[in-house]
């Protein structure tokens, strides 16, 4: 399978097969990219392209250009030790401390929040060059900040009412270059 990282929709599939756990489905893929501040990707060429790598997303994008299965990836991915410890944890947390488990990872209720947006994230940083499929994901980005909470009501409120119109503007702006 030929998977080109300088796509919008490869980065998205890599990040969901190597990081299941972190990224469960798209949307928390967009937020990661465009919203994060210091999330391991800068504007190179028009893409957000990855430049902290860690090792487990250059197994995926291998084993896909070898024709794995994306099955064949879920489950290589299933077998990374980090996951598997991170597994385990949560299999003895939720059998020693069932009523804490909420409390102590409340992240596991899998509600997608944005993170809270500030001046130096990729989304306030569209490069004049941007691809027309980055351009489409900031534009799914901005549905999701208008759409979904941050962290607080006031990082809620913040993205927006603040952040949301500059984003409209700047996309706008890259539309009509």
Do not use: Q
């Not at 919008?8 to 990040?15: A, C, F, Q, R, W």
């Not at 009412?161 to 500059?166: C, E, G, V």
């Amino acid at each position: 399978m030929n998977i080109d990282l300088s796509s919008l929709e490869d980065t998205v599939k890599v990040g969901l097969l190597a990081y299941p756990s972190l990224f469960p489905t798209r949307e928390y893929v967009i937020d990661h990219l465009y919203c994060v501040l210091g999330n391991g990707y800068d504007w190179e060429g028009g893409a957000l392209v990855e430049t902290c790598h860690d090792g487990k997303d250059a197994i995926v994008v291998k084993m896909l250009r070898e024709g794995k299965s994306e099955e064949e990836v879920r489950s290589y991915v299933a077998d990374d030790e980090d996951d598997k410890r991170f597994n385990n944890l949560m299999k003895d947390v939720e059998e020693r401390f069932p009523e804490y488990k909420r409390k102590l990872f409340p992240e596991l209720e899998r509600k997608l929040k944005i993170y809270p947006i500030c001046e130096l994230c990729p989304i306030l940083e569209l490069p004049k060059d941007i691809h027309p499929d980055w351009l489409a994901g900031a534009e799914e980005a901005l549905r999701l900040i208008e759409t979904y909470p941050s962290f607080d009501e006031a990082g809620t409120i913040e993205n927006r009412t603040k952040w949301a119109p500059l984003i409209r503007a700047l996309i706008e702006k890259r539309r009509t270059a």
